[in-house]
């Protein structure tokens, strides 16, 4: 558990998300992403901020990863206070990009989200800088989960001991699992986040490492009474 401890405070806890759809998605990405690079450019202490698009739909997500809520809620009053810089990257924004850059893009905020992330529920190989591997490993793959009514301490125990016998067989990848605070898919109450470095490298992965868990007994005890169900799935990419 240290070590645990120690891989995940090398990444902030907390990820507050803005979800936007847009009839032009590239577009809408491109504009987004000026605004991020302008972002972490004058904000005086900018979180870890980044660019999710879904590889399958229209839909891309804004957030940044803050060491807390009160963080975030710090963040944000700074930002647009009257003498914050908000107001001054907004007008630097339209000097680059015009006063109507997103015309046409047809985006929509859907809704905001903010998760916390479980360490004890996710999973970094030992040896692997975190920090260095999310860059690497651009493709995620998100998994909204339900559990079953009253199963939650049994759900947890059994990705703990999943965790385990990954470690055992030799399985080397990155999984972050995350609970929402608001938001989030409807009825779920997990999120399990896993890197590749592609999708097409990351389900190469994963074949191998379904091969060796079904040949496994203690895998398959684990695997044996399901109490838990997938409520949505994404494959998205990632820009930071």
């Given at each position: 558990m240290v070590f645990s401890v120690s891989i995940f405070s090398q990444i902030p806890p907390i990820v507050v998300v803005t979800e936007f759809e847009a009839q032009d998605q590239e577009k809408a990405f491109q504009l987004l992403n000026d605004l991020k690079e302008l972002e972490k450019s004058m904000a005086p202490t900018p979180p870890r901020i980044f660019i999710l698009r879904e590889m399958d739909g229209n839909t891309v997500y804004m957030g940044r990863a803050f060491n807390s809520l009160a963080e975030h809620t710090k963040y944000n009053e700074e930002r647009w206070a009257d003498d914050g810089w908000g107001s001054e990257m907004r007008t630097k924004f339209r000097e680059k990009n015009g006063s109507g850059a997103f015309d046409g893009t047809g985006i929509d905020v859907v809704m905001n989200h903010a998760y916390r992330?479980?360490?004890?529920?996710?999973?970094?190989p030992e040896g692997m800088d975190l920090n260095e591997e999310l860059p690497k490993n651009p493709y995620r793959r998100h998994v909204s989960i339900a559990v079953n009514w009253g199963e939650r301490n049994t759900f947890m125990n059994n990705i703990?001991?999943?965790?385990?016998?990954d470690k055992k067989l030799g399985n080397k990848y990155i999984r972050l699992m995350l609970r929402p605070i608001f938001g989030g898919e409807d009825n779920a109450d997990f999120m399990m986040v896993v890197l590749g470095e592609s999708r097409a490298g990351y389900f190469t992965g994963l074949e191998k490492r379904t091969a060796k868990r079904e040949a496994d007994g203690d895998w398959q005890k684990i695997q044996a009474n399901p109490?838990?169900?997938?409520?949505?799935e994404e494959s998205l990419m990632i820009t930071y």
């Open positions: 992330m479980i360490p004890e529920l996710s999973y970094v703990k001991a999943g965790i385990e016998n109490i838990a169900s997938w409520v949505n």
